[in-house]
Each structure stands twice: as C-alpha cells, then as structure tokens.
C-alpha cells in the first residue's frame, strides 16, 4: 500500500459563534511532531504519559497528528482533569487506531481527517459491539473517542456531524456495579479501621502509601467520597467552618456531576477524644497533612496523598516521592483485607472498595432518614434518579424478610387453591370467578395481562408450557406494536416471568420447556387476538 503524506484533507473553516463572531482557534500543525509522547504529569491514575509513536507511520499519519495536538491543547487549557484526559488516549484513541488498521487496509489508502464521518463512526461501533459484545466496555471505549471528535469538531479541524444517538442502549443493565456492605460486614471493617486508624494517629514519622490506604479507606466510610475526588484532594480541603468552632467542611470536587462536594465534620483537637470511635475525617486529614509536609515540600504537590516509594515500581523508582494511585490502592486493600483476616457473611474473604463503602454510605442515610429519598439523593450530592437507580438497594435482611413472607404466601394459596387442569390460558389461579357483575353475580376474570401481578396466580411445573407459550407470544409483539407501546403495556410480565417465576423451577427443565413453547405453542398463545384489546 502506497502512502501519501497528505495533511491538506483537514478542514480549517473559521469558527463562527451564535453572535456571528469569529472564534479563535488553535491551528493544526500539518507536521508530524519531533516529540511524539504527551505527558500527563501527576494524577490520580497510574498513566503518566502517553507515546503516540506506535500510531506514526500506520497510514493514518494526519489524524493520529491531529489527535496528539488536541491532546497537548486540552492539557494546556485544565478545563479537563488530567486524569479523565489520559483515559480519552489509552480507553479512547488506542482502540480507534486499532480500528484504522483494518480501515485503511479495505479502503487500501493513507486516511485522512475527511475521512472520520457519521459512516465511519457507526462502523466503528459495529466494530466494538463485536469484540466487546458485553455492552459496557464497548460504550466507554466509544465515549472517549467520542470526546476527542468533539473537540476537534469545537476547534475547526474535523467536520461537524451528529454522532449516532444511544448506540449502546441498556449496556449499565450488563455490568453487575458494587453491592453495599451488610450491617454485620459494615460492623467489621470499622472495627478494624477504627484499630488501625488510632495507631496512625499515633506516629511521628511520614505515613507510607498502606497508611494512607487505612486512612482514605476510612474517610470513604465515613464521606461516601468517590475514589477520585479523595486521591486528588488538596491541603485546602479541610477548611474553617464559617459559624460553628466545633466543625469543619470538607470540600472535594465531585468529577462525574461537575460540581463541588461540601461535607459537614465534626471536629475535635483532641485525638484522645474520638480513641472509642471511628476517628473524625478532619482529625484523620490534617494528620496526614502535618505528617507528610516535608514530603509535599520536597515534591512541591499540593495533593494529601503523598508519600515517598518504598520499592521500584513502573515509572515510580525507589526513594522517589509519589501520590497515591487507583493500583496503590488495590495492591493495599488487598494486602489489609488479608491481615485482618476480614470475611463476608458467607465466610469467604470480604470485597472491599471505594464504591462499597460510597454505595454503603448512602443506604445508611437512606436508613437514618427514614427511608426518604430526597434527603439521601441531597446528602450524597446527585439526583433522586441516580440514588434509586445506581445506590439504594435492599438490605439483606429485607431481602431475607420477603423471602420468608413469600414462602408463607405460596404454602397459602396452594393449601386453599382447587387445582383445575388448565382453569386459565395463563397458569392456575386460587379464585378465578374473583369479580362481580352489577347485580352481584360471580364472574370470570379474563384479565390475563395481569395474572403476573394477581395474588391469586398458582403456578406449577404443568403450567410452564402455557405460561412460556404467553410469554412468547408477549415477545414477539414488540414488533407489532413498537418498543415503547410495548414497554408500557408488557415489559413487566416478561420481566416478572424471567425474575420470580422461572427461578423457582429447575433451570434445565425450564429451558427444555421455553425451547418448546418457542417452537410450537399453546393453542391458547399461537395468534395475537387476545392481546389486541388490551392494547387498543
């Protein structure tokens, strides 16, 4: 293949704002740089910079420039964290370029910026959606490279074009997220911070990189603070409070919502005071503060979190003062975990992260208020739609509380059902003359969209074949009637069918019997008639 070092493809047309005036914008160089690494200096994630050189000479010369550049550009302008800026390089623009190795190869030319369309990018996403069919790796590898695209579309050097709207719908529902720690779980782990906490209280000396694991770890119990916000957390984020002597506010800045975090502490100049407690998150920070000032002095960072290497590590050489990073973290937790010998209430060894103890913070306030919703979502600082849907969860013990209830409902109705063969097209049911006419009379329920949600519903392992043949009659009339009409009037038999009911079968049998319904059903389930009225 013949390349052509052609960077005339990028469009330069001015920048014109809503007021009609002309914007200044950074010119594309149309060289390729001597220097081809990007550093990203101290951050709170391990990259410490990124070589574009591997990306040179792949036949995509001009774009792979082009990114560089708008890289150096956003480091420069620190309206984005650094952080979040190197994962655009290694999450986002890494696997595009993977992705132009194979495009420049069918279209058997050198690419240029003209050539990154709205064709293109959904062919890149077709291109995730394959290798990375689990949804939600796929999504974030497309939002970064997403990010670099717009700002190159902001500065001129890329054509503008909509982006395809949600090309990964539900990817969240495939990731499993952090689940919170139980009361008995929560109980152990402070127990052993509130230990370890008071014997860092008690040095004179710099901490190293496990005491401020210890320390971070208890000040996410106590905040609820994501990872990020606490590894970047600066001298000043400890302040006065403005009214109460006794107090102090915590200020971090939350990344994900763009804003600021201001927490309330207690406060006490006496260690002495908080020895029968988990230590307060004020005492805990200016420990570390005064404790690793010569560090920060030396280093000239402003970040808490410092501490001078122990061992040689990556980029971090021996004796060489460093910040605490995601993979310290990891490394450390794992290590205490192990130390104090800390289990889950299964007996297995406890799991134990930064988003646990966020996710088990807000429950916890969630149980303190009440079980209000609006005064947990203020507190952990988001919306009421992301505490419900990403942090309230139930607690085991409710958990285990409606399971005992259940298992009392069923032997119920099943003591007082009168089981008659195939009594509805649904399953079987405790009353079906359960509704009366106007003069009093009995009548037959033949409301069997609701039979999911019915308390007098029985279901038995000779009602699996009706019940899956409705199902998929239920399925395929999606397509009929379109996904949003669908999604109000059957997703929730679906998902009360796959949730509740088929988990209480054995799972082969149920599969053996679903495959059936599929391919020949009930006769009750073969033409979408009985589903027209309810639907109409």
């Known amino acids: 293949m013949k390349k052509r070092k052609d960077f005339s493809q990028a469009p330069l047309a001015p920048v014109v704002d809503q007021d009609g005036v002309v914007v200044t914008t950074p010119v594309l ?255 805990m920070v200016q420990h570390v503060i005064d404790m690793n000032q010569s560090l920060r002095a030396e280093s000239g960072t402003g970040l808490v979190f410092c501490y001078r290497a122990t061992s040689a590590n990556g980029n971090i050489a021996l004796g060489k003062i460093t910040t605490a990073m995601n993979n310290t973290l990891k490394a450390n937790i794992k290590k205490w975990v192990k130390v104090k010998d800390l289990k889950n209430d299964s007996g297995d060894p406890l799991q134990v992260n930064i988003s646990r103890f966020r996710k088990t913070f807000e429950n916890r306030i969630w149980e303190l208020s009440g079980g209000d919703p609006f005064v947990t979502a203020a507190l952990a600082n988001h919306s009421l739609k992301v505490s419900q849907t990403h942090y309230l969860e139930a607690p085991k013990e409710a958990e285990k509380n409606f399971n005992y209830m259940g298992k009392v409902r069923t032997k119920e109705l099943l003591s007082n059902v009168k089981v008659i063969e195939n009594n509805t097209p649904v399953s079987k049911c405790s009353d079906i003359s359960n509704r009366s006419d106007k003069n ?36 395929y009339e999606r397509e009929q009637i379109g996904a949003k009409r669908w999604s109000k009037y059957f997703a929730h038999i679906i998902r009360i069918i796959d949730r509740d009911i088929a988990p209480q079968f054995d799972a082969d049998y149920v599969a053996t019997i679903k495959a059936e319904a599929q391919a020949n059903p009930h006769p009750a389930w073969k033409h979408r008639n009985q589903l027209e009225e309810a639907v109409a």
């Open 29 to 283: 160089q149309t060289n390729i740089p001597q220097n081809k690494v990007v550093s990203f200096g101290v951050n709170a994630k391990n990259q410490r910079n990124y070589d574009f050189t591997q990306h040179y000479g792949q036949g995509i010369d001009s774009i792979t420039s082009a990114v560089q550049q708008t890289i150096e550009i956003m480091l420069s302008e620190s309206v984005v964290e650094t952080s979040t800026i190197s994962n655009y390089c290694y999450n986002g623009f890494s696997y595009f370029a993977q992705y132009f190795a194979i495009y420049t190869k069918a279209m058997n030319r050198e690419l240029g910026l003209l050539d990154i369309t709205f064709e293109l990018t959904e062919n890149y996403i077709q291109h995730l959606k394959k290798n990375y069919p689990n949804g939600s790796s796929a999504k974030n590898f497309y939002t970064q490279t997403k990010s670099i695209l717009i700002k190159m579309q902001g500065m001129g050097w890329l054509n503008r074009f909509d982006f395809p709207k949600n090309p990964f719908p539900n990817s969240n529902r495939k990731m499993k997220g952090q689940t919170a720690f139980s009361k008995a779980e929560r109980k152990r782990v402070a127990h052993a911070l509130k230990v370890d906490v008071n014997k860092i209280l008690k040095k004179n000396e710099p901490l190293n990189s496990y005491d401020l694991t210890i320390i971070l770890l208890a000040i996410a119990l106590r905040s609820g603070m994501n990872t990020t916000p606490l590894l970047e957390m600066t001298t000043d984020s400890i302040q006065d409070h403005p009214l109460k002597e006794n107090r102090k506010l915590l200020v971090l800045y939350k990344r994900r919502g763009n804003a600021t975090h201001i927490q309330n502490l207690r406060h006490s100049t006496n260690v002495e005071n908080v020895q029968t407690v988990l230590t307060d998150v004020a005492v």
């Open 440 to 475: 009093g009379n009995k009548i037959y329920c033949t409301d069997f969209l609701s039979c999911v949600r019915c308390r007098n519903m029985v279901v038995t392992k000779e009602d699996l074949y009706r019940l899956f043949s409705f199902y998929w009659l239920i399925v």
